[in-house]
């Protein structure tokens, strides 16, 4: 997450680019950062449980097949929680 007073379109850029959260720009409400972390903190617990499913996969059974339904659901999933909280902070924007 990137947090600034000085918005600038470049600085959203590189934001991006180095895989930021989300961009807030100051003065941030306490509930709106408690979510952007907590989001945060899903997401990172949820590419942690990914990598390591991935890796009973290669133990248990190594055929690529098992191991890219494994890596699509996950995606799926982790698709469905940005969209789900996009769709809250939408609805938080209105």
């Known amino acids: ?10 600085s959203a850029i590189k934001a991006v680019e180095y895989g930021a959260v989300r961009y807030l720009v100051k003065p941030v409400g306490n509930e709106d950062l408690r979510e952007v972390v ?11 449980a990914k990598r390591k499913a991935v890796e009973l996969m290669k133990e248990t059974d190594d055929t690529d097949a098992d191991r890219s339904r494994l890596e699509a659901q996950f995606d799926r999933a982790l698709a469905s ?12 924007v209105t």
């Open 1 to 10: 997450m990137l947090i600034t007073g000085v918005p600038s379109v470049d």
């Open 38 to 48: 907590s989001y945060a903190v899903r997401l990172r617990l949820l590419a942690l």
């Open 81 to 92: 929680l940005w969209m789900a909280v996009t769709s809250r902070q939408s609805r938080m």
